[in-house]
């Protein structure tokens, strides 16, 4: 806040710019300035989110979603659906995990471009695996009351590990703001899908301002920039690119959206495009024809820890309807199958919950020592 006298100091301060629709640019507010840093655990990271907001911008960001709702409070829950809505809407193939647990370690996600989760205190899941990178513009975040706790470390916390780890642009709190005053996850993701930049997007989706949480990244980096298809066109977006043509074409026909796409995975054998209509019919609750599409598409990948991923949709869909036996058995089954990969780890992380290991055997009871008994006490002639 420039020029503007007879702020207090202490506490929050509503924020003019919150749920705006309009750049700041575009938008009245003469001592209003939007803040985002560059920051990260290390000066190379900094120097390498710059770079790769640039070049991703040139493109347009492409891959998968990734969102982690953990069911803990219904208004933080229900941002993460919308986010995962307008994916879908967007023609942006989803994978949303609803379990009370957050995804397990070394969880194979793999292009994945954007991630939404909450809630653990430090990074966890997929992003333990040394080998997990972002695709690069990656836009990250996960909620937590102290998500950028600090920002030097790159396994403590969420904002600092999230860079380190290949994203562009992230936000955090640097301590407890109460869920209501920190950024609204669904508003944000709507505006940057509208073709906001970052910094715009990021001070539209919370309502107060001298608060607990921080922007990092490019400020000026729009990664949805050419979401209408323009743009420098790379052969690993291909597939990303015609699921949003498909999306934007048969808008209000989703079945035969569906059944363009299937045409089109079928000739080129793609399992992208395999997957993504799995992941369209799940988010519609027709799971029988997604399981087909899951086993369709694992066909069709190439690496072994995507036709893993393809086996955590199927087992996410056992384990949904409560066939407990069904998700283990098969968990167990592909622990034989995928045992040498670190993706395989994964696996073991759900079987803990869903057949957790009997407790380890109780040490011997010893028997406490005889005590000598006191003497009589002599009585009283």
């Known amino acids: 806040m420039f020029g503007a006298e007879g702020l207090p100091l202490v506490g929050p301060l509503p924020n003019k710019f919150h749920q705006s629709e309009k750049s700041i640019a575009d938008s009245d507010f003469p001592f209003l300035v939007l803040t985002a840093r560059i920051d990260a655990p290390t000066y190379t990271t900094c120097e390498r989110m710059i770079r790769d907001a640039v070049d991703a911008e040139k493109s347009g960001l492409w891959g998968i979603a990734y969102v982690d709702i953990a069911n803990k409070i219904p208004q933080g829950d229900q941002w993460l659906e919308t986010v995962a809505k307008e994916n ?12 009370n647990d957050t995804l397990p370690k070394n969880y194979p996600m793999s292009d994945a471009a954007l991630y939404y989760g909450w809630y653990d205190w430090s990074v966890s899941g997929p992003f333990l695996n040394p080998r997990f990178r972002f695709r690069k513009g990656a ?24 860079l380190e780890r290949g994203a562009a642009v992230t936000i955090g709190n640097v301590y407890e703001p109460y869920l209501q005053m920190t950024h609204d996850f669904g508003m944000l993701h709507q505006r940057l899908l509208a073709g906001h930049c970052w910094v715009d997007a990021c001070w539209m989706a919370i309502p107060v301002a001298s608060w607990q949480a921080v922007v990092l990244g490019d400020p ?147 028997v406490p020592p005889t005590k000598t008994p006191a003497p009589p006490v002599p009585k009283k002639p």
Request: charged share 25%; proline share 7%; no cysteine.
């Open 88 to 99: 879908l809407r967007a023609g942006i193939p989803t994978v949303v995990d609803r379990f």
């Open 139 to 162: 836009v990250a975040m996960h909620l937590h009351s102290f998500s950028a706790e600090q920002l030097t470390s790159a396994d403590k916390n969420w904002s600092g590990p999230l």
């Open 220 to 366: 000026l980096y729009q990664p949805f920039k050419h979401l209408d298809g323009t743009g420098e066109r790379l052969p690993q977006d291909n597939d990303f690119r015609a699921l949003r043509i498909a999306a934007l074409r048969w808008a209000d026909d989703p079945a035969e959206r569906r059944k363009q796409l299937d045409m089109a995975a079928v000739r080129t054998k793609s399992g992208i495009l395999a997957e993504a209509v799995g992941l369209d019919l799940l988010q519609h609750g027709l799971t029988e024809d997604a399981a087909v599409h899951f086993l369709t598409a694992k066909g069709y990948h190439g690496r072994t820890e995507d036709k893993l991923r393809m086996d955590f949709h199927l087992l996410a869909i056992d384990r949904a309807a409560n066939r407990k036996d069904l998700a283990v058995r098969a968990l167990r089954d592909a622990q034989l199958r995928y045992g040498a990969i670190p993706e395989a780890e994964a696996l073991k992380g759900w079987l803990d919950i869903l057949a957790p290991p009997p407790p380890p055997p109780a040490a011997p009871t010893q």
